[in-house]
């Protein structure tokens, strides 16, 4: 029973169902399931397998995009019984479009596989000036800060953030990753970044392997 | 062989004499005003105008001196348009760079430093924020679903930046006498240019859903919805064929290229599998390039960037006989590769130097030996025009856009 509960939401996830999913959390919820198990069972295995599929090719990312807003759906279901019981998240990240860039849909996806993978994230959004990350840092406390650019001339926007966490004394308090079309890990490296993704599957695998999870 | 023969040379496979180079006959081959400028200024031709004919993306029109200087071998014919000085008024960029807009195009300065395109009704529909080089879209009609009929569709199109600040010849579309006035100034730039000319048509798909829905939506709806997608992309491709019947019967004797645009490639691969490309967007892309190869002398050359090698034998059997911009350090886009297997059916029109990390980041050496590697991969036999993976972008150094000049010299 437990198992055939789980199973269905598994399945509303990587199939991208997104009107059922969050009917097949509730239904788990009813028949008395914990909130803890269905997030790690249920929807972060999902979204593993969802994440091993688009790696080997079998999933585009119309998929991905798909299964993570059905994620989303059955998230909006879960969340507060997550919050009720206090369900620990596997770690913070602060995420962002950097200053000057108005592209954030790289971004949102890169959002949603992390809060897939268990971890809570809070979105500033697109168009980020440094002081906002700053900010976001001092007020969440965050393991990861994440940044994200789509063009070679707002790129020097990530160096510039990295700068403003520094000068506030924040960066050895937390990692920062950077993604997005025009960065690569030579210029992750060159700006001191502690970590380059290449997609949104990639960035789940860095948090993680930041978190030594 | 002159200019002309040059590129039809390589569309139809033959090795031409000397490398065909394309600089600024599209909006995706182009060059960014703000490297315009700078490039103007390092060959010592400040007093070239810098005009940007695509607003949108802020990309200037090369001036007929700068193709002779650089011997390009082929133009837009939107720049028969547009070409009395009154045309154009003198602007400063936010970063200080002179240069001049159409008559047509007055952004609008906000306090915190961004430029908002604001149509005839008042509509936001485009933004250039602060730091930025090119307007992002603002306005997504359909983003909260698809409607019952699609009647409205050619009235809600131009809320849409490219479509409602499209560049030349289009910003003269709404004129009574356009498609006579296309035909007119085009066998006119016939005459006086031995180069090959290009018509940019876009008859978009898969993008006009990502305009209309936003992309994230649109992404879910080729899952989800495909019921509602096929209906959009029906009335899309109606107004399309319109379009493409006065092209056709204006420019179609004229015109050597007619290019199509739909971005169908990521980074790391397609946005969707090949058998979705396959249901929905194959057969109303045949559709369209059937209609041209039916009723005109021009070759079809689809613009999309990104990994496609995936669609390629779908997008070749949909009659697309070019592709743009050939984006080589995406996965599976090595110009060996795609030479290869794909060398007798297609014609390769950019994958000339990388514009992501070598044009803009690297060495004029560099540069250099990015330029010669590809020209190398892909010019043998034919099937290849010279053009940058898509528009060089503001950051580019003069000196690079320079040796990658030269480099090409050792080939022409």
């Known amino acids: 029973m437990e198992e055939a509960l789980l199973d269905d939401i598994f399945a509303a996830i990587l199939d991208g169902d997104i009107p059922a999913a969050p009917g097949k959390v509730q239904a788990a919820l009813d028949a008395g ?37 059905a994620l989303q ?141 | 062989m002159n200019a002309r023969e040059r590129v039809l040379a390589a569309i139809n496979h033959q090795e031409p004499v000397g490398v065909p180079v394309d600089l600024g006959s599209t909006p995706s081959s182009g060059i960014s005003a703000i490297a315009h400028y700078n490039l103007k200024h390092a060959i010592g031709k400040a007093h070239w105008p810098t005009q940007v004919y695509d607003v949108v993306q802020q990309i200037a029109q090369p001036g007929d001196e700068m193709l002779d200087y650089f011997r ?21 960029l936010p970063d200080g760079t002179p240069v001049q807009f159409p008559w047509w195009f007055k952004p609008s300065p906000q306090p915190n430093g961004d430029w908002e395109a604001i149509n005839q009704d008042g509509v936001r529909i485009a933004t250039m924020p602060l730091g930025a080089n090119f307007f992002d879209q603002t306005c997504f009609p359909y983003v909260d679903g698809y409607p019952e009929s699609f009647a409205d569709l050619p009235k809600v199109m131009p809320l849409i930046h490219w479509a409602g600040m499209a560049h030349s010849p289009w910003d003269h579309a709404g004129d009574a006498d356009f498609w006579e006035q296309l035909r007119a100034r085009t066998l006119a730039l016939r005459a006086r240019t031995n180069r090959a000319l290009m018509v940019v048509i876009g008859c978009n ?40 019947e006065k092209v056709c019967a204006a420019v179609g004797d004229i015109v050597d290229v007619a290019r199509f645009g739909d971005d169908l490639g990521t980074d790391k691969g397609p946005f969707m599998s090949p058998k979705t490309y396959r249901q929905l967007f194959k057969p109303r892309h045949k559709l369209m390039t059937d209609y041209v190869k039916q009723h005109s002398q021009m070759h079809t050359f689809l613009h999309s960037c990104g990994s496609i090698y995936k669609l390629l034998p779908d997008l070749i059997e949909a009659g697309f006989e070019i592709i743009n911009p050939v984006q080589t350090i995406a996965r599976d886009m090595e110009p060996q590769r795609l030479k290869q297997e794909f060398g007798k059916d297609l014609t390769f029109w950019g994958g000339g130097v990388d514009t992501r990390f070598t044009l803009n980041r690297g060495t004029p050496e560099q540069v250099k030996d990015n330029v010669r590697a590809n020209i190398e991969a892909f010019s043998p036999g034919g099937g290849f025009v010279f053009n940058t993976v898509h528009n060089i972008l503001p950051d580019v150094p003069p000196a690079n856009i320079i040796a990658m000049f030269e480099a090409i010299d050792e080939y022409r």
Not at chain 1, 38 to 64: F, H, K, R
Not at chain 1, 90 to 113: A, E, P, R, W
Not at chain 1, 201 to 213: E, F, G, P, R, Y
Request: hydrophobic fraction near 45%; include cysteine.
């Open chain 1, 33 to 69: 399931l914990g909130p803890e198990k269905i997030l790690n069972e249920g929807m972060i295995a999902a979204m593993g397998s969802v994440g091993e599929l688009y790696e080997c090719g079998d999933y585009y990312v119309a998929e991905m995009f798909t299964s993570a807003k």
């Open chain 2, 72 to 92: 390009i071998d082929v133009v837009d014919v939107g720049r028969a348009f547009d070409d009395r000085p009154e045309d154009w008024y003198d602007i400063t």
């Open chain 2, 205 to 244: 798909l898969f993008e006009w859903g990502t305009f209309l829905r936003r992309l994230d939506n649109f992404l879910v709806d080729l899952v989800m919805d495909q019921a509602n997608v096929e209906r959009l992309l029906d009335a899309l491709v109606e107004i399309h064929l319109k379009t493409l």
């Open chain 1, 73 to 213: 759906a059955a998230l909006g279901v879960l969340r507060p019984h997550l919050l009720q019981e206090e369900v620990r998240a596997v770690g913070t990240v602060v995420i962002g479009t950097v200053k000057g860039d108005m592209h954030d849909i790289g971004k949102n996806l890169v959002t949603m596989m992390l809060e897939g993978a268990g971890f809570k994230v809070y979105d500033l959004g697109p168009d980020v000036h440094p002081s906002r990350f700053v900010d976001a840092v001092v007020e969440h406390k965050p393991d990861i800060v994440a940044l994200s650019a789509l063009l070679t001339t707002t790129m020097p926007s990530m160096q510039t953030t990295i700068d403003a966490l520094t000068a506030a004394g924040l960066r050895s308090k937390v990692k920062v990753i950077v993604g997005g079309a025009p960065v690569n890990d030579e210029y992750a490296e060159h700006i001191h970044a502690d970590g380059y993704a290449s997609d949104a599957s990639q960035a789940v695998a860095l948090a993680k392997a930041l978190m030594n999870l």
